[in-house]
């Protein structure tokens, strides 16, 4: 594990090589699952989310589709389809179902999930 100055506990959860680009893996980051994407626009971006889909109520959303409406980079959850926005976690379809973000990055080729 790693410290920034932020005080976040960052924990490593995959070579950025292990993710297709445009796709996500799930991964278990402090006992909970989490969804992280690799966007591919030319740069070594990833996004973190949770998950679990609270509309379907299953752990799905590493399978969604990756793309974007309008400003907003988003997975579409393979099951009914709502769009969560990959930096803030927002149900763009039904807010009051979104899911948490967490900060995520890329470092000497691995990605870096903050657990706290």
Known sequence: MSNDSNQQIWVPVCRLDDIVPNTGVCALVNGEQVAIFHVDDGTERVFAI??????????????????????????????????????????????????????ARVENGEVWVAAA
């Not at 752990?59 to 803030?88: C, E, M, Q, W």
Request: proline share 6%.
């Open 50 to 103: 949770h998950n679990f889909d609270p509309t379907s109520q299953a752990a799905v959303l590493s399978r969604g589709l990756v793309g974007n409406l309008g400003d907003r980079i988003v997975v579409a959850s393979p099951i009914y389809k709502h769009h969560f926005d990959l930096t803030t976690g927002e149900c763009l379809e039904e807010p009051q179902h979104s899911v948490n973000a967490f900060a």
